[in-house]
């Protein structure tokens, strides 16, 4: 089973600082993927960053990068010189291999955080 | 049009309405998959279909009954839904491979925006 965990429920930052949000993440798979999704209030879930699970490095994507600290079961995703837009929920999710037979892994979501921009 | 379409954005049912969600991606994607999504809640995933086939059902009550006509699209009819299935619903898709345990695990989901249902 998979379990992802965002134990941040909101988080407050001002404008063109950096801010962490954290997901720690649990699984039997030797093989997964980590994602982060942004959900702005209108409601679409929007794709981030990807890390997968034999990267030896982080991912980045412009003002987003991803620390992957595979030991400790980590993901956290640093979003620098925030702005405005950047207020939303955010959502970590995993992927792992699948069981096998008509299991082909699902997408676990942790609870999100919800990130708020100030001017 | 690209992506992953939802229709309608918005819906306001009454509880003896019948009323269907659509969805339509234009990825070519062969994985779809039906997502509640309440206030407060974590994401709910419902359904699952894989190359048009039905392979999860979350425990999902039968007043939601999904449709899969093609790879392409994926519908969830409704009808008599109590209040508290008033949530937003999402729809994605992913391309995975054909046989399952092959690790999908590098295909992320693309979401559409969502149906905002209220049921009164």
């Known amino acids: 089973a998979q379990k992802i965990t965002q134990t941040q429920p909101g988080m407050f930052v001002q404008e063109k600082e950096a801010v962490t949000l954290d997901c720690t993440y649990d699984?039997?798979?030797?093989?997964?993927?980590l994602f982060w999704y942004k959900q702005p209030s209108s409601g679409e879930m929007i794709f981030l960053i990807y890390q997968g699970s034999y990267d030896e490095q982080n991912a980045t994507e412009g003002r987003y990068s991803l620390n992957f600290q595979k030991a400790r079961k980590s993901a956290n995703l640093v979003i620098s010189a925030s702005q405005l837009g950047d207020s939303a929920m955010y959502f970590c999710a995993m992927r792992g291999v699948g069981a096998g037979g008509t299991s082909y892994g699902k997408l676990t979501f942790g609870q999100g955080t919800i990130l708020t921009v100030h001017p | 049009e690209t992506g992953v379409t939802q229709t309608p954005r918005h819906l306001v049912m009454g509880m003896t309405n019948k009323k269907s969600l659509k969805c339509e991606q234009h990825?070519?994607?062969?994985?779809m998959y039906w997502y509640k999504q309440s206030a407060k809640k974590p994401l709910e995933l419902m359904f699952v279909?894989?190359?048009?086939?039905?392979?999860e059902n979350n425990s999902v009550p039968s007043r939601f009954s999904p449709e899969c006509p093609n790879s392409s699209h994926l519908f969830l009819h409704l009808h008599t839904l109590q209040p508290e299935d008033s949530a937003l619903y999402l729809c994605a898709s992913s391309q995975d491979p054909r046989s399952p345990g092959q690790g999908p695990y590098y295909y992320g989901y693309t979401f559409g925006s969502g149906t905002r249902l209220t049921v009164v």
């Open positions: 699984t039997s798979d030797q093989s997964y993927g």
């Open positions: 990825l070519g994607h062969n994985a």
């Open positions: 279909y894989n190359f048009k086939e039905q392979t």
